[in-house]
């Protein structure tokens, strides 16, 4: 089975880069239907453009309100034919009207270990708080900011000498595992939501997922 995405990012687009390398080596079933984000100048929407893939970027300034924007965004998306959304560093909120439309059918990838540390600044809050350990979240989009069920996570240690930037450019090759992941394990069927929790293999899960050597999900 091959599931239809869209990609929604705004900005440098290394996981959907990640996503696209995935692709091309033959491990992920997925097929690119649009990458669309509300930033004409983003590169990853011309890495997409390089790959062929439809491409859209709405201006937030041309529309009246918040919901208006994302109707039409995720009018485009339906019509895309997508039957999964995968927000991969798309820096907006949406609209409740949007998200419960898409329950069980958009993830987002998080740089901090959810619960933990919503919104921006995560790696400064984790090293303010003197955290030993830091990492990132991929989870069913809810209408709560960074909420909704946890699919997987992915750990790593933080060093005495980290800053913001070295704690970042550490954690985002194991973002990218984590999120090709994830998508992988949705696009075989191995992962969905039902009644707000995650199921892995026929189950609900108790704690999030993390990765094997081999770069698969199973229990952390
Ligand atoms: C990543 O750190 C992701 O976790 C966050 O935004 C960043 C996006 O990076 N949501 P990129 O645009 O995929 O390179």
């Not at 060093?159 to 930037?165: A, G, L, N, P, V």
């Not at 969905?192 to 704690?207: L, N, S, T, Y």
Request: proline share 5%.
């Amino acid at each position: 089975m091959t599931l239809p995405i869209a990609v929604l990012a705004s900005g440098r687009g290394s996981n959907l880069a990640a996503l696209l390398d995935a692709h091309a080596a033959g491990n992920l079933p997925v097929a690119f239907k649009l990458v669309a984000g509300d930033k004409a100048d983003a590169p990853a929407l011309r890495n997409a453009e390089t790959h062929g893939i439809p491409t859209l970027a709405l201006d937030p300034k041309s529309f009246t309100s918040r919901g208006e924007f994302d109707a039409a965004m995720f009018a485009n998306v339906a019509a895309s034919g997508a039957q999964l959304v995968v927000l991969a560093g798309y820096m907006r909120i949406i609209d409740a009207a949007v998200t419960a439309r898409w329950t069980g059918r958009m993830i987002n990838i998080h740089p901090s270990l959810l619960p933990k540390y919503r919104g921006l600044h995560t790696h400064r809050k984790a090293l303010k708080a003197g955290d030993v350990e830091h990492g990132a979240s991929v989870h069913f989009v809810s209408d709560e900011l960074d909420g909704g069920p946890v699919i997987a996570q992915t750990r790593i240690e933080v060093r005495k000498d980290d800053t913001e930037d070295s704690l970042a450019a550490r954690l985002l090759p194991h973002e990218h595992r984590l999120m090709v992941a994830c998508v992988a394990a949705i696009a075989r069927g191995e992962v969905r939501e039902r009644d707000g929790k995650v199921w892995f293999r026929g189950q609900p899960i108790a704690a999030p997922l993390g990765l094997d050597a081999a770069g698969h999900l199973g229990s952390p």
